[in-house]
């Protein structure tokens, strides 16, 4: 008879000091076997993470300093996510939050104290001015917006006590470009911080910390995620010290994010580069279309010299993404334009954009002061994966059903 010995992965025997079944099924005497090497990265769930000691439990948020302590503050898939990102925009650390919006929220509560005052593009996500004119303001915080193309010119509008600058290239819906290292240059001669919302470049097209920015932040659930089917967020600081201070304020305000929504972001980190260009390449094509169109005045994408800030682009960015916007002709009533937009069916209606389904949202600026005068007129358009040409055919048919040309 040939004695195999027993390989190192094969399970370990039963334990049969442990008899009562419901303990078995809290504390197994058995395990699966060891050495599994795949490509995939694991999902680590957990909430409790074990000590070694009673001696050595510890509350503290900081993991690379500290070791893990709680899952709040991530676990290896979290952290796993937070690194390659952080490499990726070659920042310091990076934190992971359940969405783009609340590393938004963690940016301001981070860094903001009651008298504290912050300036904002008027190009700004919604939900980002939103929450200066709300909770922030209950807080104490004061805020002004800026023009986005402003640039150097943003010195005039400083005050003793403007700690913070926002800035987001190319804007929400508007697509302008902005003068990022001008605007830098000038926060920091006054001390204030500045932030970018660098969504739209997938913290990829835009080298925000090279343009001189201290904290850069991603909505994941973007072109990261890249599928609509999952919502994560990202805040990379620059240095220490206002990583630190990010980490103090994860911890109180509890944004965690979920270690299986990691998983598919890190999954979507795989394919980024791929999917990136097929999208950059397709939105060019649809643009350049658009644009010798009768029917419309403007197309909104910051690699066509119709879109403010265009030399900034060519000058700062290495690509461009899939999302971008059409201003219809003065005279389009806005019952044509939500006609356009119903008339479409290869784009869907709705919002958070950069997965692989073309998009197609209807705004109206009309009684908003600061932005654009293009009232109702202006659409933005995310293109997906699907063929460039078909798009166009959908956009030719919704095009001529629905705009009346004059
Ligand atoms: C979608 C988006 C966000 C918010 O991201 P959520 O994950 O939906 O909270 C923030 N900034 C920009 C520019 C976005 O487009």
Known sequence: MIHVKPKETECPPYNRAMTNWTTKLIHPGVRAPKGFRSLADPTW???????????????????YEAGYTYGLYGTPTTLELASRICELENGY????????????????????????????????????????????????????????????????????????????????????????????EAAHARGALVAIDNTWSAGVYFDAFAHGVDITLQALTKYVGGHSDLLLGSVTAREEGTWKLLGAAHQVLGFAASPDDCTLALRGL????????????????????????????????PALTSCPGHDIWKRDFTGSSGIFSIVFNEGTEKQEVLNFVD?????????????????????????????????????????????????????DQALRSAIHRS
């Open 45 to 63: 769930r957990g909430s409790t993470v074990l000590f070694p000691s009673a001696s050595a439990a510890s509350d503290n948020w900081d993991q």
């Open 93 to 184: 650390r990076t934190i992971i939050t359940p969405g783009g919006q609340s590393a938004i929220a963690l940016v301001n509560l981070a860094l903001l104290h009651a008298g504290d005052h912050v300036l904002i593009p008027e190009s700004i996500y919604g939900p980002n001015r939103k929450l200066a004119g709300t909770l922030l303001k209950r807080l104490g915080v004061e805020h002004s917006f800026y023009e986005p193309t402003i640039g150097a010119g943003i010195r005039e509008l400083f005050q003793p006590n403007t700690r913070l600058v926002w800035c987001e290239s190319p804007g929400s819906i508007t697509l302008e470009i902005q003068d990022v290292p001008a605007i830098a």
């Open 270 to 301: 795989k394919t980024l580069a791929v999917r990136l260009r097929a999208i950059e390449e397709s939105a060019l094509h649809v643009a350049h279309w658009l644009a010798a169109r009768p029917e419309i005045e403007r197309v909104l994408h």
């Open 343 to 395: 008339a479409l069916q290869l784009f869907k209606i709705g919002y958070s954009w950069a997965g692989v389904t073309s998009l197609a949202v209807a705004y109206d600026f009309s009684r908003r002061k600061g932005r654009p005068p293009v009232q109702h007129r202006i659409v933005r358009l995310n293109i997906g994966l699907e063929d460039s040409e078909d798009l166009i055919e959908d956009l």
